[in-house]
Structures are given as structure tokens and as C-alpha cells.
């Protein structure tokens, strides 16, 4: 199976200041044919179900405010908020769906200093 | 909008059977993989399984195979996870997901509520 490993597993941002998420995954995601990395990234918040910020690791879904970003390739990938709003906290998980089982990081929890 | 509603879910005892659906509308739900992901009480999430939109391929977790039955009938929108043999550890919030991209292998865009399965004696 594929590991996914966040870090860190917690985040304290100042309102207005950057924070940033890393996503590891034990083997690449990318896959050659089509150049494509095969990474999500979620924003979960309490008693919610997860919501989809990116897929193909860069690609923001419809809706998500263009604070956040998506990078990265191979296996290593990188959620970037860029001026944290007080909405932003949440859990935070990548997962890769290169390969079953599509496996989650274990989540990085972000929360406002 | 795209809607998932689950049910099902409960209070089983250990050994017990549960069989958990998903209501899909608003989506030509035949042309979708699907997926189930659960999340224990307070930890992360967990994929469990997934069917193709005809319903010919099915994967699932090592965790659950051979106990759990993934499966769809197009015809009522409706996705399943038939779940045997259950375990204390099996306790979850059970999610089913639409993946984003009908052609290829891609995040999950919609999710529904989930349905509570609790597995105790």
C-alpha cells in the first residue's frame, strides 16, 4: 500500500499569515503516461463530511477560494493557504488515487494562533 | 446540485450484519465510480471500497474484504455496502463519494452526510 505521511499533524496560524501543509507519499504518484499526479487534498470540518479542495494535485475545484493552492509532483506535494481566513479551520488530509487502496494522510489540523 | 443521502446504519453486535445504502440523485449515476469511506470517532478517513459505474469492478480494503460486498443497482440510484462479520473496529461514520472525473481515476467531489455504524456488545 501506498503511505501517505502529512506533516506536521498540527498548525497554529496567525489570521492573515501564511500556512502550509506537506503531503508525502512511500511511492509516486505520478503516473508517465499522461504526466499526471494522482493526489487530492480535503478540507474537513466538524460534523461535516470532507470537501474537495484539489485533485491531479493542482487543480482547484470549482468554488475553492484561490488562497489556497495546490504543488508538488512525484512524492512530495504541498497545500498553501496563502492568507488564512478564520473559515479555514479544519483537518486537512491528502490522498493518492494512483493505486488501491486510495489511501489518506493521517490529517494535519489547523487551527488560528 | 449532485446529492448522496446514506442510511442504514446503527447499533450491531459484534459478528452482526449491516447493510448500509446510498441514495444518489441529480447525476446520471451510471456513468460514476463510487467509492465508501468510513472515519472512526475522531480519526482520520479511511477508504474501504470501490465500484465501476456497470458495477463489474469492485476493490476493496485488506481491512474489510471478504467481510464487506460493495455493489449498485443503476436502475434505483442506489449504491450499497453490505457489511458481515463486523467488528468492534468497524465502528464509523460511513461515507459514500462520487469521484470527480467519470474517465479516470480522480478525488472524490460529492459526499454525503454519512450514517453512524456502531459495533458493540
Known amino acids: 500500500d501506498i503511505v501517505m505521511t502529512q506533516s506536521p499533524d498540527s498548525l497554529a496560524v496567525s489570521l492573515g499569515e501564511r500556512a502550509t501543509i506537506n503531503c508525502k507519499s512511500s511511492?509516486?504518484?505520478?503516473?508517465?503516461?499522461?504526466?499526471?499526479?494522482?493526489l487530492a487534498w480535503y478540507q474537513q470540518k466538524p460534523g461535516q463530511p470532507p470537501n474537495l479542495l484539489f485533485y491531479w494535485a493542482s487543480t482547484r475545484e470549482s468554488g475553492v477560494p484561490d488562497r489556497f493552492s495546490g504543488s508538488g509532483s512525484g512524492t512530495d506535494f504541498t497545500l498553501t493557504i496563502s492568507s488564512l481566513q478564520a473559515e479555514d479551520v479544519a483537518v486537512y488530509y491528502c490522498?493518492?488515487?494512483?493505486?488501491?487502496?486510495?489511501?489518506f494522510g493521517q490529517g494535519t489540523k489547523l487551527e488560528i494562533k | 446540485e449532485v446529492q448522496l443521502m446514506e442510511s442504514g446504519g446503527g447499533l450491531v453486535q459484534p459478528g452482526g450484519s449491516l447493510r448500509l445504502s446510498c441514495a444518489a440523485s441529480r447525476f446520471t449515476f451510471s456513468s460514476y465510480w463510487m467509492h465508501w469511506v468510513r472515519q472512526a470517532p475522531g480519526k482520520g478517513l479511511v477508504w474501504v471500497s470501490r465500484i465501476s459505474g456497470d458495477g463489474r469492478s469492485t476493490g476493496y480494503a485488506d481491512s474489510v474484504k471478504g467481510r464487506f460486498t460493495i455493489s449498485r443497482d443503476n436502475a434505483k440510484n442506489t449504491l450499497y455496502l453490505q457489511m458481515n462479520s463486523l467488528r468492534d473496529e468497524d465502528t464509523a461514520v460511513y461515507y459514500c463519494?462520487?469521484?470527480?472525473?467519470?474517465?479516470?481515476?480522480?478525488?472524490?467531489?460529492?459526499w454525503g452526510q454519512g450514517t453512524l455504524v456502531t459495533v458493540s456488545s
Open positions: 463519494a462520487r469521484v470527480a472525473d467519470q474517465h479516470d481515476s480522480s478525488g472524490f467531489d460529492y
Open positions: 511511492q509516486s504518484v505520478l503516473y508517465s503516461f499522461n504526466k499526471k499526479n494522482y
Open positions: 490522498q493518492q488515487y494512483y493505486i488501491t487502496p486510495y489511501t
